[in-house]
């Protein structure tokens, strides 16, 4: 009992000496105050478990600007709306993205979301392009309207897992063969890009590392077969392969690639859980459901069945566009941005050291009771008002020189989704599945709904 009494004493002094330590490390005069947790691991765990509450509780001690140490690096934390707006517009004022070695090493450092300067310009140009009105309303719009007439065929009278039938909403690059062996692997790589990058054997970094080099193989195969094959393929990478850049940037295959991880990743974390979740809220709010279904209806109404979205259809759907912005409030997907310092610089009065990464902490705008009166109310309503989307504050889909390239691309799949499941179906919830919002959004055992003809 005595030698265990000691070890007690031991291990607590060494555990106390260890994080004064990594205190001691980053108290320079004119930082924000904060707390650093332990060497290496800083506060990560605390971050990422108990989230918005880890914020909150910061907030109430030291402030709306605080440091900490999350997913490997010191970081200056801002929940300050005039501040965050300063640096999402300042981007060229010593201020680059500053998202976490474990996504750059797994997205790839070419990826849109980590490049800046003219490189950033280039790439966005890119992407611009890719995705811009014409191309969705003449390529993209035509292939996911067919995509979901046959995706939600036959779901009458079935049990599904609403959350796993999103996933696969999901476009892979090339064919089924293609999609079986890819979104394994990407599902992977997801869970990998929020991680501490501690490349040891069983944590989700290496995982995910692993999964990006087989997602490259697959990717340089499919690259290589249509250059051998010189067949014209009107999909995403075909448009990225393309020798005409007499309007864009010209990319390598690196560039592609990293390019085509990002749009994958993006729709990943965006339209899927929103799809998801938006069917979770119809479900628990009748009326709304009720004016969803109405509206899609009396486009239904003006169509032979056989008839397909077009882009013309997609403005009508006011409302359904302001389902998917409550959705989005309310099941903040995008918790905030991440910025790194190239030189070292004031804020708010504090001194933040070169290097420092400056997390813009943007999900407690979602829950601003002055810009939402009843925040937490499921209110699609409030979005009629068309001023809302457009204020300075608005930053579901980021902001700045960063606002999401795919914003409108998105909202055209979810409401294509949307349209099909409510005019043809409907459903009641399996069970109460338990729902996570935090890092991402997930139902860790699944959603489960049982589904009926409408």
């Not at 394994?184 to 995982?207: A, Q």
Request: a neutral charge; proline letters at 6%.
């Amino acid at each position: 009992m005595v030698i265990l009494w000691w070890f007690f004493v031991l291990v607590v002094s060494i555990c106390t000496a260890l994080l004064r330590w990594n205190e001691l490390r980053y108290s320079k005069k004119g930082l924000p105050p904060g707390t650093m947790g332990w060497p290496i691991f800083g506060e990560t765990t605390d971050f990422l478990k108990q989230g918005p509450n880890f914020m909150k509780n910061q907030r109430s001690r030291y402030g709306s600007f605080f440091k900490s140490h999350i997913l490997g690096c010191p970081t200056a934390v801002s929940m300050d709306p005039e501040l965050n707006r300063y640096i999402l517009m300042n981007e060229a004022k010593g201020l680059v993205p500053g998202y976490p070695q474990s996504m750059l090493d797994i997205l790839g450092k070419c990826n849109i979301a980590a490049v800046h300067g003219s490189t950033h310009k280039l790439m966005r140009g890119a992407l611009l392009a890719l995705i811009n009105p014409t191309m969705i309303r003449e390529q993209l719009l035509p292939k996911t309207d067919e995509f979901m007439t046959t995706f939600l065929t036959d779901w009458d009278n079935k049990v599904i897992d609403i959350q796993e039938k999103t996933k696969e909403k999901i476009a892979t690059p090339e064919s089924t063969s293609v999609a079986q062996e890819f979104m394994p692997e990407f599902f992977k790589l997801v869970l990998g890009t929020l991680s501490l990058p501690i490349d040891l054997p069983g944590t989700n970094y290496r995982r995910g590392l692993e999964a990006r080099k087989i997602i490259l193989r697959i990717l340089e195969q499919l690259i290589e077969e249509r250059r051998d094959s010189e067949e014209t393929h009107k999909d995403m990478l075909g448009y990225l392969m393309t020798k005409d850049t007499s309007h864009r940037h010209e990319l390598s295959d690196a560039e592609i690639i990293d390019q085509i991880i990002t749009i994958l990743y993006s729709g990943y974390e965006t339209v899927s859980t929103t799809s998801m979740m938006a069917v979770k809220y119809l479900h628990d709010h009748p009326r709304v459901l009720e004016e969803l279904r109405k509206e899609h209806m009396a486009i239904r109404e003006r169509k032979r069945a056989e008839d397909p979205i077009e882009w013309n259809d997609l403005k009508p759907m006011k409302f359904t566009r302001a389902v998917i912005f409550e959705t989005s409030r309310l099941a903040t997907i995008v918790n905030g941005v991440l910025r790194k310092t190239t030189e070292e610089m004031e804020l708010n009065g504090f001194v933040i050291p070169r290097g420092w990464r400056i997390y813009v902490y943007t999900r407690e705008r979602n829950y601003d009771p002055f810009t939402y009166p009843d925040p937490l109310v499921f209110n699609p309503w409030r979005w009629m008002d068309k001023s809302l989307e457009s204020q300075s504050n608005f930053l579901i889909f980021g902001g700045g020189t960063r606002q999401c390239p795919g914003k409108e691309l998105g909202i055209a799949e979810i409401s294509t989704f949307l349209h099909y499941f409510v005019t043809r179906y409907r459903w009641e919830e399996v069970g109460v599945e338990k729902l996570i919002k935090f890092p991402r959004v997930e139902a860790p055992n699944g959603l489960h709904i049982r589904v009926s003809s409408y």
